[in-house]
Nanobody, 127 residues
């Protein structure tokens, strides 16, 4: 059983930056692939970014088209933490952001394939 706790959300003006953190406990974090999703009011939860292991501590990263070039996912296995650096934020980035981990290698953008989820952190971008 893995517990995930997100932090770092808040209110920011358009064009600003935030860094989200997701601390893991209760399992061997390095064995899991990590991802970030978000859910805006009235919308389905959508994929944002993922870091998938290809060998040991080497990861390949994936991004939704809407955030590519602005967001960066990273992880520190020594700290059992995954991060999402968000730059050039836009009002349409407003959502609750969730981190999740999955044991599978495939399906980085499919929320149904993730095994554990955090409780979410609110990000609000004002125009």
């Amino acid at each position: 059983q893995v517990q995930l706790v997100e932090s770092g959300g808040g209110l920011v003006q358009a064009g600003g930056s935030l860094r989200l953190s997701c601390a893991a406990s209760g399992g061997t974090f390095s064995r899991y692939n990590a991802g970030w999703f978000r859910q805006a009011p009235g919308k389905e939860r959508e994929f944002v970014a993922a870091a998938t292991s290809i060998s040991g501590s080497t990861y390949v990263t994936y991004y939704a088209a809407s955030v590519k070039g602005r967001f960066t996912i990273s992880r520190d296995n020594a700290k059992n933490t995954v991060y999402l650096q968000m730059n050039s934020l836009k009002p349409e980035d407003t959502a609750v952001y969730y981190c999740a981990v999955r044991a599978r290698a495939e399906g980085y953008s499919d929320r149904r394939l993730y095994d554990y989820w955090g409780q979410g952190t609110q990000v609000t971008v004002s125009s």
